[in-house]
């Protein structure tokens, strides 16, 4: 519910409630859920909360414990205010942290793709 556009690659076709044979083919059709790359989100998550979502636990998460890579990328101190207020208000499921964890988030097929194979859809949460 970030309201967050990404392109993203379709890594593999998981589950399709119409039949086994279209996960078994990786047919997209409409409502197919499909695993994606995470890698897009997790760079907008890291710009806009400054947390990194690829290292697990709160403490080696924030970008601003790390001297050696707030040495190369200096804020300000309105832009890291900014981010502590958002990270203050944010509450990201569990779930989906492991799936970022892992580098690959559920997504369910919201369009009907046609020959061109282009899709689009939205991230499962919870």
């Known amino acids: 519910s970030e309201n967050c556009a990404k392109k ?3 890594l593999d076709v998981v589950y399709n409630s119409t039949s086994n044979e279209l996960v078994r ?3 997209l059709t409409k409502n197919t859920i499909v695993q ?3 890698q897009p989100f997790k760079q907008w998550y890291l710009k ?5 979502l690829s290292k697990k636990g709160k403490k ?3 970008k601003k414990d790390e001297e050696g890579e707030e040495a190369v990328e200096k804020k300000s101190r309105h832009v890291i205010f900014k981010l502590k207020a958002r990270e203050a208000k944010n509450k990201l499921d569990p779930a989906v942290e492991e799936q970022f964890q892992s580098g690959r988030l559920l997504a369910s097929i ?5 020959q061109s ?5 939205y991230v499962l949460e919870g």
């Open 8 to 10: 993203v690659r379709l």
């Open 25 to 27: 083919t990786k047919t």
């Open 36 to 38: 994606i790359d995470a």
């Open 48 to 52: 806009k909360y400054g947390v990194d």
């Open 60 to 62: 080696a998460s924030t």
């Open 110 to 114: 919201a369009s009907r793709p046609g």
């Open 117 to 121: 194979g282009r899709c689009d859809g």
